[in-house]
Antibody, heavy 120, light 107 residues
Framework: QVQLQQWGAGLLKPSETLSLTCAVY????????WTWIRQPPGKGLEWIGE???????NYNPSLKSRVTASVDTSKNQFSLRLSSVTAADTAVYYC??????????????WGQGTLVTVSS | EIVMTQSPATLSVSPGERATLSCRAS??????LAWYQQKPGQAPRLLIY???TRATGISARFSGTGSGTEFTLTISSLQSEDFGVYCC?????????FGGGTKVEIK
């Protein structure tokens, strides 16, 4: 049974850095892309970026200048940092798993989500 | 980036009726299309991938069709647990993109 459990600060001030971590329980850590997705209140989902166990990353061009993903394979964890946040970054942030191979890009497991609010 | 457009925004359906949801891509995504169900306060759940393959444990009430730019999710006989928001996602091109969602509500 695969579980993704995430945590991080839920309230930030403008210009601060968002930091979230996701721990993976069950399943292989090596054969997937580990993904971050966000959902502003009442809006649709936005893909932020992904990282694999070899630290290969892909980011959404709209956020690339502010996003850093990292991975700790010894702990089966991966993390997201988003710098210089503004109110527009207020959203529920999800960590998720994406398989490699023919279904590369699919999202098959999701974390529980973390509401991050940016407010002065 | 590929823009995914879903229609209608809201669908009111009585239990036991059929629901048909549409998803359109701004350019071809081949069959690299997934559907997710999301309920309030919960993470999305994968329903369909490859445009038509049900994910593990998903009821046969759910079926997906389409390829290229036009896709459909059909729920054959709506049950109470099926109400929620459904969104499509293309995984043919990066950045990955999602539709805005269709809310299926009780009529």
């Amino acid at each position: 049974q695969v579980q993704l459990q995430q945590w991080g600060a839920g309230l930030l001030k403008p210009s601060e850095t968002l930091s979230l971590t996701c721990a993976v329980y069950g399943g292989s850590f090596s054969n997937y892309y580990w993904t971050w997705i966000r959902q502003p209140p009442g809006k649709g989902l936005e893909w932020i970026g992904e990282i694999n166990h070899s630290e290969t990353t892909n980011y959404n061009p709209s956020l690339k200048s502010r996003v850093t993903a990292s991975v700790d394979t010894s702990k089966n964890q991966f993390s997201l940092r988003l710098s210089s946040v503004t109110a527009a970054d207020t959203a529920v942030y999800y960590c998720a798993r994406g398989p490699v191979g023919a279904t590369r890009g699919l999202i098959d497991y999701w974390g529980q989500g973390t509401l991050v609010t940016v407010s002065s | 980036e590929i823009v995914m457009t879903q229609s209608p925004a809201t669908l009111s359906v009585s239990p036991g009726e059929r629901a048909t949801l549409s998803c359109r891509a701004s350019q071809s995504v081949s069959s690299n299309l997934a559907w997710y169900q999301q309920k309030p306060g919960q993470a999305p759940r994968l329903l369909i991938y490859g445009a038509s393959t049900r994910a593990t444990g998903i009821s046969a009430r759910f079926s997906g069709t389409g390829s290229g730019t036009e896709f459909t999710l059909t729920i054959s006989s709506l049950q109470s647990e099926d109400f929620g928001v459904y969104c499509c996602q293309q995984y043919n091109n990066w950045p990955l993109t999602f539709g805005g969602g269709t809310k299926v509500e009780i009529k």
